[in-house]
Nanobody
Framework: VQLQASGGGLVQPGGSLTLSCAAS????????MGWYRQAPGKERELVAG???????TYRDSVKGRFTISRDNAKNTVYLRMNSLKPEDTAVYYC?????????WGQGTLVTVSS
């Protein structure tokens, strides 16, 4: 199983980025996919999730700014991030989950700074 995250980088406050996570080795369409982030000195936290039936959830601090989506034909989950703030700076990880099975990607760094 591999989860390959990409799309991170340096962006100014108010800017946008789209993260991608390509999965292989799993039946992608039945997994719940999630984006998590971990800032320096803080615990990893759930940012957004999307189930196999396309139901979504977001942490309160990103509602209205971030959008999670998935393309089952491409085995890929996306996180569109708008109106980025310095406090969004973190390493972002994707996760594939199905009951007790959890697989993590390697993380991609997002830095929001002027």
């Amino acid at each position: 199983v591999q989860l390959q995250a990409s799309g991170g980088g340096l962006v100014q406050p108010g800017g946008s980025l789209t993260l991608s996570c390509a999965a292989s080795g799993i039946t992608f369409g039945i997994y719940t996919m999630g984006w998590y982030r971990q800032a320096p000195g803080k615990e990893r936290e759930l940012v957004a999730g999307i189930t196999g039936s396309f139901s979504t959830t977001y942490r309160d601090s990103v509602k209205g700014r971030f959008t999670i989506s998935r393309d089952n034909a491409k085995n890929t989950v996306y996180l569109r991030m708008n109106s980025l703030k310095p406090e969004d700076t973190a390493v972002y990880y994707c996760k594939a989950g199905l009951f007790a099975q959890n697989y993590w990607g390697q993380g991609t760094l997002v830095t929001v700074s002027s």
